[in-house]
């Protein structure tokens, strides 16, 4: 597991080289991998511009994929619903949003607090062939 503390810019380029990296090492397609790390860039700079800081966590779930989950302790976000329906566009980050990453990534759940935070947990599931390499990767070492 990887975690990055998310306090600015600079932390946004470093989880999602981290998440590139991971990606790579766990045979993704160039595809997944770049749904994969726009979805993480996407999560961090929600974090810089909404919350100000946070955690990106980045977990490599064997025989499954790979598990990213942002957490902030920022005002939180009070109208999900319309947020996910893109009823209330960010006038920040990639433009994409929490729907965006929604639809790029396999698995989505989000959950927030007013006043308390948010917590955004993706998967991004191996197909068969890379459960059968990462299976071959995982035996050598």
């Known amino acids: 597991m990887y975690r990055i503390v998310i306090t600015n810019e600079n932390d946004v380029y470093m989880a999602s080289t981290v998440g590139k990296r991971v990606a790579e090492e766990y045979g993704l397609t160039k595809s997944q991998q770049t ?3 726009v979805s993480i860039m996407e999560l961090t700079r929600n974090i ?3 919350a100000g800081t946070g955690e990106v966590f980045i ?3 064997s025989g499954y994929g ?3 989950t942002a957490i902030d302790k920022g005002p939180g976000i009070s109208e999900i619903d319309k947020v996910m329906n893109n009823e209330i566009k960010s006038k920040k980050g990639l433009g994409l949003g929490l729907s ?3 639809r790029m990534m396999d698995e989505f759940h989000i ?12 998967v991004k599931c191996f197909d068969e062939r890379q459960v059968r390499h990462n299976d071959k990767f995982n035996s050598r070492t």
Do not use: C, D, F, H
């Not at 959950?111 to 993706?122: C, F």
């Open 66 to 68: 790979i598990e990213v």
């Open 35 to 37: 749904k994969l790390v």
């Open 59 to 61: 977990t490599p779930l």
């Open 111 to 122: 959950s927030s607090t007013k006043n308390a935070g948010t917590k955004v947990r993706v």
């Open 48 to 50: 810089v511009y909404y």
């Open 100 to 102: 965006g990453v929604k």
